[in-house]
């Protein structure tokens, strides 16, 4: 998250959410959390220390009890300086001494914690060693809603991050893109998407023709020509918050079968959208795109879930994928994203990040989901 | 490291790294090693997956057995053009399935396991559900030197990377400092970073007057003055290995303080560079550059340790810091970057990469190491 804007909360907002972790921790029968840099300590703290490294820092919120932050001694000036610093007490270590004494100083030595997803391995197994009565649940196995459901002040955030990347979209479908190279075209987005206000650009996905057909492809040095089928994919943060959006174009006229697999892709993420209701499965969503694509015959080329959660991050709990049977619920915000892959020759992905209101979905993203024509 | 250019080697370079890691598991004690996306596995299998998320990507070493990389199936055409793809079986699981009953269908029940340190803690303990009799150690705990001993080829890499650093100081040293901000010359820094043949700038640390007194303050929007300390520490990686350099330079003419704190550190630089010979513990050059700092009675302002280490990423093991008894072996590199830190008036920091030789040490950075008067 380093160079990123902050979001603009206060640390009343930050000490508020603390408050509601540990209670929903509590809730969970858990004796506490553990919570690493990443998406979890911004959203608690709206602390992101410069640069995640093997120094320990943690923040121990334990139901009852003042929060803490255990940090190295020479990154404390800049956790003073975090939104939510006034709600925490820093506890702070030096090279040398053992960061795992300092934070199971404050754990139950034999309570069961949470601990954030992408707490790196060697510290969950310091903080192990140092207490072995303990046990651990991942926070997405033990809380996997902590963050899911946005507030009002983090849905407008989410809606203006999408609105941005949309006016990016509508600025890139005018430039050229036959005889320019897919990292051109991703160049461009990238400008566009800083221009609209994106302090960070996490990903700027171009895949043209046959790369099209592989999901991840990012973009790379082939020059895109007349008959291609683009796959644009782009998001980042805006205020702290995320975006994501896909449309798929197509570079002059298309033939019957790309228009037909357009169509397809278009009608099943309407029908994800429309799965969108408070008490809905998640795994619901994903039923309903996928369906769409396996009566048309191309179930075997939907090769991944059908959405994924954003707030803080572009890509985060809740899942919509079969199995996955949390009930949405109003604030709710995830990415409807069916796609089909055809090895060799082309892919279309169509994607919104859709939020769960009241009485069904709201959309995000507002392009247009017709295959648009560029040149 | 995404779109970073990868290092220069082939699978057979790949095989030998992993045959090497293997033997040294097996001569730890270890069943094996588990090592997730990051340094360790850039520099195992040359594979960097296009983003770090919660799908689990691991690279399963068991002494005696062909490694095995598990990734999630829509990454697989990621994996496979992978340098080191040839010498590795991969296993794909989709989503929706279970990835660490994949995982630990290839792990001894009851064996103990490197694990790479930045692993994230979900995958850790998914293992550790899905075979209960397993435990664990970090990799840095387990095999500390694993990656710590170059090669010839990487030493040359390295090399390259800390002579294309030390043309950008000798550029930036050039240019006007007062009346500009701090963020406009880590623009610049970057800027010759990447024109020096740097893929990745991973910080550009400007740190004028009294920004220059916290050691991780980045840059921002002060305006530099004349008669500012400023604090320049830059690094990146190049051809896939780092650079990590300081400097500190002046604004005009500095006072005799500056002057003397500044000799200071150069001389603690000096003395811990001169403390590097094979034999010697990692804490023998961290407490030769220290004590030089305490005789001159800024003992309590050096606030850090003395180095790290640096391979395919800026900073890692072996770390120069008291306690570590670790001896240096020819081929090591790591940094030696001595500071002095006033509060509310100005730091000094001085950093060369230095590399362990047959008698001695050899630094890997050349520029000046006297006070530079800047603009």
């Known amino acids: 998250m380093t160079g990123s804007t902050p979001a603009p909360f206060t640390a009343d907002d930050y000490r508020a959410r603390m408050e ?16 690493a840099p990443g998406p979890d300590l911004v959203w608690l703290t709206g602390y992101a220390p410069p640069a995640v490294t093997e120094r320990l820092t943690l923040l121990v919120l334990v139901p009852g009890r003042d929060p803490v932050l255990v940090v190295p001694t020479l990154e404390a000036p800049d956790a003073e300086k975090a939104a939510g610093a006034p709600a925490l007490t820093l506890r702070d270590w030096t090279d040398g001494t ?21 707490a790196w391995a060697m510290h969950l197994l310091g903080v192990q060693k140092a207490l072995p009565g303990t046990s651990y649940a991942s926070l997405t196995e033990a809380l996997p809603m902590l963050r899911a459901v946005k507030d009002a002040a983090e849905l407008e955030l989410l809606a203006a991050a999408g609105a941005a990347a949309d006016a990016a979209f509508e600025e890139i479908r005018k ?12 160049a461009d987005l990238a400008d566009l998407l800083r221009g609209s206000g994106h302090s960070q650009v996490d990903f700027t996905i171009v895949a043209s023709g046959p790369n099209g057909a592989d999901p991840h492809h990012e973009a790379g040095d082939r020059v ?9 994919d782009f998001g980042g943060l805006k205020d702290g918050y995320g975006s994501d959006t896909s449309r798929t174009v197509h ?23 429309r799965a969108v209701r408070p008490g809905a499965a998640c795994q619901e969503v994903d039923r309903a795109a996928r369906a ?15 959405g994924h959660g954003i707030g803080v991050t572009t890509h985060e709990p809740p899942y919509m994928i079969e199995g996955e049977r949390q009930p949405l619920v ?46």
């Open 251 to 273: 570079v002059g006229e298309p033939g019957p079968e790309e228009r037909r697999v357009h169509e397809i892709v278009r009608e099943a993420q309407e029908a994800g959208f």
């Open 20 to 35: 509601r972790a540990a209670r929903a921790a509590a809730d969970a029968g858990l004796a506490g959390l553990l919570v």
């Open 98 to 118: 053992d960061p795992y004494a300092v934070a199971s100083a404050l754990l139950d030595a034999c309570g069961r914690f949470g601990v954030s997803d992408n």
């Open 224 to 232: 895109i020509r007349g008959g291609d089928m683009v796959v644009l």
């Open 330 to 375: 109003p604030g709710m915000c995830f990415s409807v994203e069916p796609g089909i892959y055809l090895p060799g020759r082309f892919g279309v992905r169509i994607e919104d990040i859709v939020t769960v209101t009241e009485d069904g979905g709201r959309r995000l993203n507002d392009t247009t989901r017709e295959l648009v024509l560029v040149d």
């Open 175 to 186: 430039l050229p893109f036959g005889g320019r190279r897919e990292s051109d075209v991703a």
């Open 292 to 306: 769409v694509i396996a009566e048309a015959g191309y179930g075997a080329r939907f090769v991944h879930r059908t």
